[in-house]
């Protein structure tokens, strides 16, 4: 992440770190937030569909192996903060450079493209699931006092508007350590909104009523067909993979961390208190909603209208989920304007546009620097990226895709490689060996999850209707 800070500091002065940048201010408590808040976003609420997908035996023991190589793989991303020395060796403010400092060359390369690729289809989905939840709210109201059978049609494209508008604000701001306030909502948001729908599905299972479910999710022949089966279970996989990753932008949420205690150290454990923390939202969320809904869950069941009432209680929970996405988005934008923003500044270190910075006294807030070029350039990745969002508000179908094919190389192949060449490991070692298992493991999962998501895409385009409200 590129933080703003003079030149020529000295490791003395209390404000800047001994690398003469801004002193971070991060604890545990912080990065659990900012992990958390990456982590849970609405997906958490289709997990009822995913677990419909492939069963009781299968739903939650693939949540739980995804949870397992996440923290295992986030603990080796962690020690390769600093270089060549975990405790003591010179920080790398990136995912990217970190990279660039273990294995370098070419591998460096296909980081950088895989983690951008990523970051710019995070926000560009973002965009629209916000949008999804502010317009759950007027449906829900529209079906509060019309009946549950009329259409209550509401466009999209005013509402990721209001999300941009929103999102160009907030990226003024110029430091990621700044933003930890905005995590620590929107993690509150997460737990209000699951909590809700966890609420919701407890209410509906007490209340009786026939659904079905079985050890093995849908049934062929009465749900799905045998290659629709197949399908839906690889798709319903990349879901869950991608809902976990957060290692691409682990390292930034790293350095915003304290020096002391070692970086290494309170990132595992944060990392451990995020991941078992959204895990345990994630199997009650998944299991109670499937008890609920059975075999004919919905994709989302607070957007989708699993429940209707209390409308009111949707309403809000709707509301939490686009609160926690305004947060959410800002973790995954802000790697992307640190990487332009300081490529800009080595290609153009004399342009006072790029560099200069302007007082300016904000009501209310006081004194705050201007720079131009930042203003220029956040605000249209903005704009950019909520015009493709309303032009293609079928991309949470690309999002899948993006996932499945970023899981593999940012979550598992490079961590393990890291490690393997940081520690030195002997080749053919039992340790070498089960990690590169694992690491080809992946693979596979990535590729037909991949594939799952590319088939859904398909069905997407042919049902595409442009310009058409939110049905």
Excluded at 197 to 208: D, E, F, P, T
Aim: hydrophobic residues 45%.
């Amino acid at each position: 992440m590129h933080i703003e800070a003079p030149e020529n500091y000295g490791p003395e002065d209390k404000n800047f770190d001994d690398d003469g940048r801004a002193k971070r201010t991060g604890t545990w408590l912080t990065a659990s937030a900012h992990i958390i808040t990456a982590v849970i976003g609405s997906g958490v609420l289709s997990l009822a569909w995913a677990i419909a997908q492939m069963g009781w035996v299968a739903g939650p023991a693939v949540l739980f192996a995804f949870s397992f190589i996440t923290y295992f793989t986030s603990t080796l991303l962690a020690d390769c903060y600093r270089s060549p020395d975990p405790v003591h060796g010179k920080r790398n403010y990136t995912y990217s450079e970190v990279v660039r400092a273990n294995l370098g060359g070419r591998k460096f390369q296909l980081c950088g493209l895989a983690q951008y690729i990523n970051l710019v289809g995070v926000t560009i989905g973002y965009t629209i699931t916000a949008s999804i939840s502010m317009v759950a709210v007027k449906r829900s109201n529209c079906f509060h006092k019309q009946g549950h059978n009329v259409k209550c049609s509401v466009s999209n494209n005013p509402f990721m508007i209001i999300f941009a508008c929103i999102q160009i604000v907030l990226c003024q701001i110029p430091n990621f350590h700044e933003l930890s306030w905005l995590s620590i909502v929107a993690a509150v948001m997460s737990f209000a909104y699951s909590s809700i729908g966890l609420g919701l599905s407890i209410a509906k299972v007490a209340g009786g009523g026939h659904v079905t479910t079985s050890l093995t999710g849908v049934q062929i022949g009465v749900d799905v067909t045998a290659t629709e089966k197949v399908w839906r279970m690889f798709q319903a996989i990349g879901d869950i993979a991608f809902a976990y990753a957060f290692s691409n932008v682990l390292i930034e949420i790293q350095d915003t961390l304290k020096s002391s205690p070692p970086e290494n150290r309170i990132m595992k454990r944060a990392s451990l208190i995020g991941i078992l923390t959204t895990t345990l939202f994630y199997v009650l969320c998944g299991t109670l909603g499937y008890a609920a809904f059975g075999n004919d869950a919905p994709g989302n069941f607070l957007t989708g209208f699993g429940f209707y009432e209390p409308f009111w209680l949707i309403d809000f929970a709707n509301v939490c989920i686009a609160v926690h996405l305004i947060g959410a988005y800002q973790v995954f934008v802000q790697p992307i304007f640190g990487f332009v923003e300081g490529q800009s500044k080595q290609k153009w270190p004399d342009s006072k546009f790029v560099n200069g910075e302007h007082a300016m006294n904000i009501p209310l807030y006081g004194s705050y620097n201007v720079n131009y070029f930042r203003v220029i350039w956040r605000s249209g990745y903005v704009i950019i990226t909520a015009i493709i969002a309303m032009l293609f508000p079928f991309f949470n179908d690309f999002l899948g895709l993006i996932g499945s094919l970023s899981f593999y190389p940012l979550t598992v192949y490079f961590p393990i490689e890291m490690y393997i060449k940081k520690t030195k490991m002997e080749r053919w070692s039992f340790t070498w060996t089960w990690l590169k298992i694992l690491s080809w493991a992946c693979l596979v999962i990535s590729i037909i999850s991949a594939a799952g998501s590319i088939q859904g895409l398909a069905q997407s385009l042919k049902k595409y209707e442009p310009f058409k409200g939110e049905q």
